[in-house]
Nanobody
Framework: QVQLVESGGGLVQAGGSLRLSCAAS????????MGWFRQAPGKEREFVAA????????VYVDSVKGRFIISRDNGKSTVYLQMNSLKPEDTAVYYC?????????????????WGQGTQVTVSS
């Protein structure tokens, strides 16, 4: 019975920064690849970034490369998404999930039920 809880969202001006957290309760995800997704109103959920279980490899969607950084602290069962130089286009609800087989492929990163997400709103 693993549950993921996202936090850290908020309202910021364009060019600002936010740091999102994804914490696991019930169990740890130390051996899971983990990733972040986002969903804007009226749009499908979109892959944003992923990180290997040891933290040595990362992937990002082109639109956030150079601006976002994904990291993890397995001792705290927490994954982070540092978001810099935010744009209005980044406005969405952000979710996290994982792959128990350690793959950093968006299509397979669905080992957990989707949580409530955390809202990120970027004003112009």
């Amino acid at each position: 019975q693993v549950q993921l809880v996202e936090s850290g969202g908020g309202l910021v001006q364009a060019g600002g920064s936010l740091r999102l957290s994804c914490a696991a309760s019930g169990r740890t995800f130390s051996n899971y690849a983990m990733g972040w997704f986002r969903q804007a109103p009226g749009k499908e959920r979109e892959f944003v970034a992923a990180i290997t279980w040891r933290g040595g490899g990362t992937v990002y969607v082109d639109s956030v490369k150079g601006r976002f950084i994904i990291s993890r602290d397995n001792g705290k069962s927490t994954v982070y998404l540092q978001m810099n130089s935010l744009k209005p286009e980044d406005t969405a609800v952000y979710y996290c999930n994982g792959d128990s087989w350690g793959r950093i492929t968006s299509a397979t990163m669905k080992s957990f039920s989707w949580g409530q997400g955390t809202q990120v709103t970027v004003s112009s």
